[in-house]
Nanobody, 124 residues
Framework: VQLQASGGGLVQPGDSLRLSCVVS???????VGWFRQAPGMERSFVGA????????FLADSVKGRFTISRDNARNTVYLQMNSLRPEDTAVYYC???????????????????WGLGTQVTVSS
């Protein structure tokens, strides 16, 4: 399974961005998660799409601002980010796993496959 994240960039506070994660390989019926890592910080969970339409999970810090959707025909999962804040600045990674369940959806160890990440910078 290979993942390619894209869509990052430099935006101003309050702007929106949509990140894309294209999943290729054996199957798209995996759970896909989004994580982010800010400079000097550990990588943290942002949200996940559990299997094919199995549910969406979001970190409390992004609820109400970020949404996740998936296009099964395009093997793509999207992270729509609205009302961006400077503290959202990070490298965003998408990851995929076949053993993700509700209790471990926010755990990096539940995801066996990782993309390279895309930089999101929110600054005025």
């Amino acid at each position: 399974v290979q993942l390619q994240a894209s869509g990052g960039g430099l935006v101003q506070p309050g702007d929106s961005l949509r990140l894309s994660c294209v999943v290729s390989g054996r199957t798209f019926s995996t759970s896909v998660g989004w994580f982010r890592q800010a400079p000097g910080m550990e990588r943290s969970f942002v949200g996940a799409s559990h299997r094919s339409g199995g549910g969406i999970f979001l970190a409390d810090s992004v609820k109400g601002r970020f949404t996740i959707s998936r296009d099964n025909a395009r093997n793509t999962v999207y992270l729509q980010m609205n009302s961006l804040r400077p503290e959202d600045t990070a490298v965003y990674y998408c990851a995929a796993g076949n053993t993700v369940i509700q209790s471990n959806v926010a755990s990096q160890t539940a995801y066996a496959y990782w993309g390279l990440g895309t930089q999101v910078t929110v600054s005025s």
